[in-house]
Nanobody, 115 residues
Framework: QVQLMESGGGLVQAGGSLSLSCAAS????????MAWYRQAPGKQRELVAS???????NYADSVKGRFTISRDNAKNTVYLQMNSLKSDDTAVYYC?????????WGQGTQVTVSS
């Protein structure tokens, strides 16, 4: 079983930056993909960014060039650096991984971008 705990959300003005962290309860070294999703009010949850154990990354088109995902397996943590934030980035952000055939989600952290 894997427990994920996000932190780092908050309120920021458009054009600003925030950094999210997701700490896993067990080693992430053996976990292949770790990802960030987000869900805005009235919208479906969508993939923001993902990163494999081999450091291959994938980003939603809407965040390319602005967001950066990284992971530190020694600290069992995945990060999301968000720059040039826009009001459309306002959402609850969730950390996700899949291990042993089971999907695991964090509790979510709110990111609000004011225009």
């Amino acid at each position: 079983q894997v427990q994920l705990m996000e932190s780092g959300g908050g309120l920021v003005q458009a054009g600003g930056s925030l950094s999210l962290s997701c700490a896993a309860s067990r080693t992430t070294f053996s976990i292949n993909v770790m990802a960030w999703y987000r869900q805005a009010p009235g919208k479906q949850r969508e993939l923001v960014a993902s990163m494999t154990r081999g450091s291959t990354t994938n980003y939603a088109d809407s965040v390319k060039g602005r967001f950066t995902i990284s992971r530190d397996n020694a600290k069992n943590t995945v990060y999301l650096q968000m720059n040039s934030l826009k009001s459309d980035d306002t959402a609850v952000y969730y950390c996700h991984t899949r291990a042993f055939g089971v999907d695991y989600w964090g509790q979510g952290t709110q990111v609000t971008v004011s225009s």
